[in-house]
């Protein structure tokens, strides 16, 4: 029998509605990945979803004993019912806005709400509640030390980080960056082909050779070492950027195999991150595989919509674990 120990909530709400414990979901409105999630969750626990791009609908109080949250339909949840938390795309809707040199008010109200949430997402790593996507105990994995990581197990192309000094790479080479900030009215810059004599070294540019050789787009989803492939045929992509075709042209990701030796591979590389989820991307050459980056929270529910590869039910199967270790 369930037996947790709830504290008065501080919203006036009826007590028997706390029948068992939840799983937060930290997420946006928008997120189809989450819309997808959900019945693969509440079919086995009672799921609070928290969309940060509708904070205003949601009330919250935390202190020194503990949180209270509630939805707009009136649905609480305490942190002593919190079994898990699953965070999925904790964004903004539009997730960017350009602000003024002087700042604005808007861009100082997200700053708080996402300091509010990250401050739960802290509490909830420290007690082991929070499933799938956590920090890595190593740190951080940015692009540099993800490419000389994978160097380990993976050929990984020439790569630049500079700024004032002269390119080495020769053609062909793209540009890439190293994160997602728009450069102006919310537009992001995507993987580009450069001609490197023209490079301006006054901005910082992350630069990579390109693969002539590749047929193909591999990206890989390991969850708590499992891992689902897939991949995008080169033939009849549109530029270099696999994610402009794959938005007009989704249905051409299409499960692939991967040999014993590149699953061996993938799985010895992610376990040495301390990562419980990723996902990867790779280029298919006729010499094997070619890393080029991984996501640590990556879009997924495009891999396998219907869930015919069981997709869904790995991640859920993994926060249902951890649901499970404080049901006591």
């Known amino acids: 029998m369930l037996h947790i120990e709830v504290a008065l909530p501080f919203f006036d709400i009826d007590i028997s509605l706390f029948k068992s414990a939840m799983i937060l979901i930290l997420s ?61 795309k904790v964004m903004f809707n539009p997730p960017r806005i350009d602000e003024p040199a002087g700042g604005s008010q808007e861009a100082w109200l997200r700053s708080e709400v996402q300091m509010i949430w990250s401050s739960l997402k802290d509490w909830a790593f420290h007690e082991g509640k929070l499933a799938v996507i956590h920090p890595s105990p190593s740190g951080t994995w940015y692009k540099w030390r993800q ?31 190293n994160g997602v900030t728009p450069v102006g009215n919310g537009t992001v810059l995507t993987v580009n082909k450069v001609d490197p004599a023209a490079v301006d070294v006054a901005y910082p540019w992350f630069l990579q050779q390109m693969e002539a ?35 007009e042209h989704p249905e051409r990701w299409v499960p692939c195999e991967l040999s014993a030796d590149e699953q061996c591979r993938i799985v010895e590389m992610m376990r040495e991150t301390g990562l419980s989820f990723a996902r990867l ?17 990556g879009q997924f529910a495009w891999l396998d919509i219907k869930n015919e590869r069981g997709l869904f039910t790995c991640i859920a199967d993994e926060v249902w674990r951890v649901h499970q270790q404080h049901l006591s």
């Open 28 to 88: 946006n409105s928008v997120d189809v990945t989450t819309d997808l999630m959900l019945p693969h969750l509440q079919e086995r626990a009672d799921v609070f979803r928290f969309n940060m791009d509708l904070w205003r609908d949601y009330q919250w109080n935390i202190h020194a004993h503990g949180f209270e949250l509630q939805d707009p339909v009136g649905r609480v949840c305490t942190e002593q019912l919190t079994g898990a938390v699953y965070e999925r």
């Open 147 to 177: 490419m000389r990581h994978a160097a380990r197990y993976f050929r990984v192309p020439e790569w630049q980080m500079l700024h004032g000094t002269p390119v080495t790479l020769s053609a062909p080479v793209v540009c890439k960056t």
């Open 213 to 247: 050789e590749a047929s193909a787009d591999v990206t890989v989803a390991y969850i708590a070492g499992k891992l689902f492939a897939s991949e995008f045929s080169r033939t009849d992509m549109r530029g270099v950027d696999s994610r402009t075709s794959s938005l």
């Open 281 to 297: 991307d790779f280029l298919r050459t006729p010499k094997g595989l070619v890393f080029l980056e991984f996501n640590p929270n």
